[in-house]
């Protein structure tokens, strides 16, 4: 049975993790609709500066490379929100360090999907994620992969929105190739 508290929810399913994950240069990014009053959920779909030229990028990451955090920080009265996404781009390849040499000193936001469908975005144009990126080789006869460990991380005031639940992101993404 599920726990049922007003005013609080506690799905009975609550299975852990993200599956997929979107970033885009903050400045591509057009201005974020408002939220839906009395929520924290978007009012409508992110939209790019220039439709059909910009886009968020999918990177391609194994499932057990990924997650997706929120956890508060401070002292009272200075309180904030580090948002932060962790993921492993699989491979030691020469795209990938193009990607992660592009990556260092940009200032991103990320549509987060998990494995539930639920979608959250991650940074704002007022506290965009940054990105810290290292080559991670894995150690010989174990279960590691190799490749580009990718943290992107922002301080923000509030705990990120939900995506527009009617939202159709199909249009403003596109497969990670390159930034």
Known sequence: MCLDITAFESPCENPP???RVFIADVGKVDVFPALVPNTKE???DLAMVT???DFFYEVPFPPEEGIADQESKGKTGGR???QKIDILMPGISLQNTINADSMMNGRYIAIVEYV???RKVFGNHTNPLR???SEKSGKQN???????RIVLAANSGKFAPFYYTAGNI???IKIYTTL
């Open 17 to 19: 993790g993200i599956a």
């Open 51 to 53: 439709p059909g030229t």
């Open 142 to 148: 174990s279960d590691e992969l190799r490749g580009m």
């Open 131 to 133: 990105a810290t990126v």
């Open 42 to 44: 978007l009012s409508a």
């Open 80 to 82: 904030y929100v580090e």
């Open 116 to 118: 539930d469908g639920k």
């Open 170 to 172: 199909t249009p403003i």
